[in-house]
């Protein structure tokens, strides 16, 4: 008999929820069947803490007296550059922004020690971050300079506003070549000396609805910590793609666009990274609960790490040449157990995305549904769950204009 979300959220009210993680409900599935699970089950929650680029937080200082313009001047964050083109005291602090003068040399010039995520990081953390502004001066906006030091408490708003987060599977990566390479994926070493990967496979929250059944525009997230929204498709969402059992996507698949009160989060589910030769990335902590509304819904929670496929992709060719191919697939099950075989060779892996944070994530969301601090919310708009790759197409294949 199929559920709906307002029937859900009166059983979390009057506290009969059943609420299990994605790790559990295999379980569950395994011993009582689908049929039997989808009618006992009313939520199944998912994790996933990994580096995530394309993420930032879009601040509103307040003003200052008297007042000053920085939107077309300058602002730096503990001297990492903000983005002013907004309005008078609106800056936007991207992820990989590069702080000013982080020492670094030419064997690694992409080696940042801090950046915007750092920044984020000490912000949610409650640290005092030194704020530099400059405008040119306006008659309602005097002031030129401003430099003080500023808390996450002391701003009107701040909001983590993130692009592109949750990528529904992705690439397993290795080098081929005989140089050590430094990549976003992390330092790959010659000749298949390692295989890096980045996904919390069977909790993660796209790989539990592949088909974005209950995922859509204004679902309600654990975010940071706290709690945020789905506020559209990621970008490069590419939902049109070969799909294995279960609907599984077996290649880098669709992706979220998510927000939230930043004042709400905690720097143990926003941390800073720094990959060495590449830069700065914002490690997220992001839960999604699935309402088990029918049974397809819950067989797709019941998807397992071996039921999920990754694609091996030698980054030595493909970045940044960027050559389609892939040197066979490999389960999430078996990346797990610490080595893969690749070309015949033994080929250790290692994890750019945190498991046991994915589990802790799933837990505390479940927690918060028990205690009644979280309901679920219905989706005002669906996700595409079909498209076209337009977005993937490279700017080389359709060369831009530009006027002599």
């Known amino acids: 008999m199929a559920k709906t979300i307002k029937e859900i959220n009166e059983k979390i009210k009057n506290g009969k929820a059943v609420v299990v993680t994605a790790e559990e409900i295999i379980d569950i599935v395994a011993e009582k069947g689908v049929t039997a699970a989808a009618k006992e089950v009313d939520v199944v929650t998912t994790g996933t803490f990994g580096p995530m680029c394309s993420s930032s937080a879009y601040f509103n200082f307040g003003h200052t007296k008297p007042r000053i313009k920085i939107g077309g001047g300058t602002c730096t964050m503990n001297n990492v550059p903000a983005y002013t083109g907004l309005a ?18 030419s064997v690694f010039p992409g080696t940042f020690r801090y950046g915007g995520a750092h920044v984020i990081e000490d912000l949610v953390a409650g640290k005092s971050v030194v704020l530099k502004a400059s405008g040119y001066g306006t008659d309602c906006y005097p002031r030129k300079e401003l430099e003080t030091e500023i808390k996450l408490k002391d701003m009107n708003e701040a909001v983590l506003f993130n692009p592109r ?16 390479i430094y990549t976003y994926m992390g330092t790959l ?5 390692n295989a890096n990967y980045c996904s919390a ?22 975010l940071g910590g706290g709690e945020g929204y789905v506020v559209w498709q990621g970008t490069q969402h590419n939902p049109n793609v070969k799909r294995g059992d279960n609907d599984v996507p077996q290649v880098p698949s669709g992706t979220l666009a998510v927000m939230g009160d930043l004042k709400t989060m905690s720097s143990d589910w926003l941390r800073g990274a720094s990959f060495t030769g590449y830069g700065v990335s914002l490690t997220v902590g992001i839960g999604v609960p699935i309402p088990i509304l029918d049974e397809g ?24 040449q960027v050559k389609p191919g892939s040197l ?16 015949g060779k033994k080929v250790q892996t290692g994890a750019m995305s945190s498991y046991s944070k994915a589990r802790k ?10 205690a009644k601090e979280f309901y679920l919310t219905e989706a005002v708009s669906p996700i595409p769950s079909v498209g076209s790759d337009v977005s ?11 006027k002599a």
């Open 201 to 222: 496979g069977q909790l993660s929250p796209l790989m539990n609805d592949p088909c974005y059944k209950t995922i859509g525009i204004g679902t309600r997230i654990f």
């Open 189 to 193: 070493r010659p000749r298949l000396a």
């Open 88 to 105: 008078a005291v609106d800056v936007i602090m991207g992820a990989t922004a590069c702080q000013e003068g982080d020492p670094r040399n």
């Open 392 to 402: 993937l197409k490279l700017l080389n294949e359709k060369p831009l204009k530009h």
């Open 297 to 320: 819904i819950l067989k797709h929670t019941a998807v397992k790490d071996e039921d999920i496929v990754a694609q091996v992709v030698d980054y030595s060719v493909s970045y940044p």
């Open 361 to 370: 994530i799933a837990e505390l969301l479940r927690e918060r549904i028990f």
């Open 165 to 180: 987060n949750c990528y529904q599977n992705y690439n397993v990566a290795v080098n081929l070549s005989d140089k050590v």
């Open 328 to 343: 066979g697939e490999v389960t999430y099950a078996e990346l797990k157990t610490g080595s893969i075989t690749v070309q």
